[in-house]
């Protein structure tokens, strides 16, 4: 009796840990979308006092969101340090991880993720205090410098400095709050991190003028969502969501004008709507996916000027993040 | 009736084997056994099957590729070429450094804490009460927080360091010191030290044996302080003082040479210190309170002096209650090091499960090695302390 509750309660845990394939299912059945961001990065994932969060990276909660649910609002939020995001998207703690996430070949192949596109073309950079009259970042031969745990990050700057024959102390913080406030106290000369990251984190210095960074760009760091490998349906919905954003700002359609688009727009943008052609049934997803999608967040370029562009207090330029056709290398596949 | 033979009581023999208890329960043993094999089996080729279905890698092959980052403070040899088995090295070793500096200043703390507890002083009683009950009730978390971020991140920039005699800084990235550099025939002076320690070992010994046979006493304290002095700076002016010091200098970013202390490791162990103290305090006042008033009448009447009742009467006997306490206040202490990872200081926790899990993604293997870790240190802290135990404990007639 005791011997066959012990089997069966060892096969239910067994079996418990294969139930994950039908992620779609899965969010509709629950009727919202989990998503790991950032324990708070400004212009990626931030919350404001009344608890709601906005971002570049929550933008891609959203759109998901409302490509599957029909609603941006529907998303359960997950704070993750870098440490702890695999792991949570591994166990199907979350749906997606859009985290600002560097995709590399090690963490695609070996973690059982995949990385469904880029929203923000990222390199890193390093931060130093104006008083140090450091220019380049060829000059920082024995300094310490404040990093981030568990991210690409630290490895960049292993790299960087012995290719260079140059010595450093590294400073890991799990947070980037704490690499703040690290880089604030002194305890270190540089920070260093994903330039969007540095721009973030200089404005919420006590005195942001105190603080250059450096011209030296030492990594590729195409940033985007991840999801878990094995769900290909899920792995479409996310991709192209994704690929909605940056396809909707190609064709010219916005969160203002998507009605009208979407009754009387070119070909391309009726398709991409939902009143033309079945994209919205081949993911799995009703007609108007892409709709809710550009209707209730925006396009790409909508989301970034808000977000991290002109109309924030980061004013990062479009730079690589720009459409191809605008200087950029932002190229989202046709919906067709 | 009455006349039938009463039948013979005899050992069933009916089938025997099963309805024997003993064998009973065996097999009942064994079939648990065997189901709580199969459990964890199932678990662990579950978890397997479907880590592989998805696409995740398994097994411990992680361990001999190139870890690729820094750490900030090593015991050993260690830089970004090294591999993932290092950094495990390089973790444990931090750790088991904390916790030994934690575990050494909290008994210190301790101790003299809970001494002063009984203090005819009513200041020193005080102070004594109030540290108790003011470090034994905050999150220690918060206390780790209060060190590092209160208190040591307040310490000035590298430029305006507080400096002794151009020897010994202190600044916000920790306290720089001299260090001292052997040079040949630096072996004999610490083949000396050793000396003192083994001299002063037999010298205790033939003291006590001489009390005990003629009742007088010696001043064995004072004497071991001039072996442990005297011989080894006797053979440092023989040898014509074979070390030098390197003096910490301000460099261009930071301050070179000279050896230094983190702030991560200061905080961290101020901390572990400050809080496992307080408990450490009330074990050793919970010893002293076992320990009958009689016994300290009865010492007086015997006309020992007060510090003599305390050291040759009291501690003795309260060891036996203080000792047991101890062992579970240092498991904890080793335990509580984790928090390390709060500040970064690089402890096993925050190298090895933060960022060499992160790096490579094994999950489940870095896990299970670092809690067997844990498991073992302590184990092995359980061990040191039963034999210490036994050794105080009350030495029953056989």
Known sequence: ?336 | MSNEPMPELQPVKSGSFFNNPRNRAAIYQILLLLGLMFFFYTIVSNALANMEARGIKSGFGFLTTTAGFDILMSLVEYDATHTYAKTFLVGLLNTILVSFVGIILATIVGFIVGVSYFSQNWLLKRISIVYVETFRNIPLLLQVFFWYFAVLSALPIVRDSINFGDAVFLNVRGLYYPEVVDEPGSAVVYGSLFLAFVAIFFLRRWAHKRQDETGEQFPVFLTSLGILIGLPLVTLLIMGNPFHLDYPEKGGFNISGGTNVIPELMALALALTVYTGAFIAEAVRAGIQAVPHGQTEAARSIGLREKRIMQLIIVPQAMRVIVPLLNSEYQSLVKNSTLATAIGYPDLFTVFVGTSLNQTGQAIEIVFMTMAVYFAINMMISFCMNRFNESVALVERK
């Not at chain 1, 079996?15 to 394939?21: C, G, H, I, N, R």
């Not at chain 1, 310490?144 to 991210?151: D, K, L, R, V």
């Not at chain 1, 916005?254 to 009208?260: F, G, I, L």
């Open chain 1, 1 to 336: 009796m005791k011997l066959s509750s012990i089997i069966a309660a060892g096969l239910a845990v067994g079996l418990s840990f294969s139930a994950t394939a039908g992620t779609l299912e899965d969010v509709k059945k629950r009727g919202t979308l989990s998503c790991g961001v950032s324990t708070g990065l400004a212009g990626f994932s931030q919350k404001d006092e009344k608890g709601a969060w906005s971002g570049l990276d929550v933008d891609v909660c959203r759109a998901v969101a409302a490509a599957v649910l029909g609603d941006a609002d529907k998303v359960q939020y997950k704070p993750l340090t870098a440490k702890e995001r695999f792991t949570a998207l591994q166990s199907g703690e979350i749906d997606v991880l859009s985290r600002n996430t560097t995709w590399t070949h090690t963490r695609d192949t070996s973690l059982g993720l995949n990385f469904a596109g880029v929203n923000y073309y990222d390199g890193q950079g390093f931060m130093v205090s104006k008083k140090l009259g450091v220019k380049s970042a060829l000059e920082l031969d024995g300094a310490s410098a404040c990093i981030q745990a568990g991210t690409t990050t630290e490895l960049n700057m292993a790299d960087y400095f012995r290719a260079n024959g140059m010595k450093y102390t590294a400073v890991t913080f799990d947070t980037s709050d704490q690499t703040r406030q690290g880089f604030e106290s002194g305890r270190c000369d540089v920070l260093t991190s994903d330039q969007s990251q540095l721009y973030a984190i200089r404005i919420g210095l006590k005195d942001p003028s105190s603080a250059v960074v450096l011209p030296e760009v030492i990594s590729k760091e195409p940033l985007g969502p991840v999801v878990r490998q094995g769900d290909d349906a899920w792995f479409n919905i996310v991709k192209w969501s994704m690929a909605a954003l940056v396809e909707a700002e190609f064709l010219g359609v916005t969160s203002a004008n998507a009605d009208k688009m979407k009754a009387e727009g070119k070909p391309g943008q009726k398709r991409l709507l939902g009143s033309e052609g079945d994209a919205g049934e081949k993911l799995g997803l009703s007609a108007d996916w892409a709709y809710n999608i550009v209707k209730q967040v925006g396009n790409y370029g909508e989301s970034f000027e808000r977000n991290v562009g002109q109309d924030s207090p980061l004013k990062i330029a479009r730079g690589l993040n720009a459409q191809w056709n605008q200087g950029g290398i932002l190229y989202s596949p046709p919906v067709r």
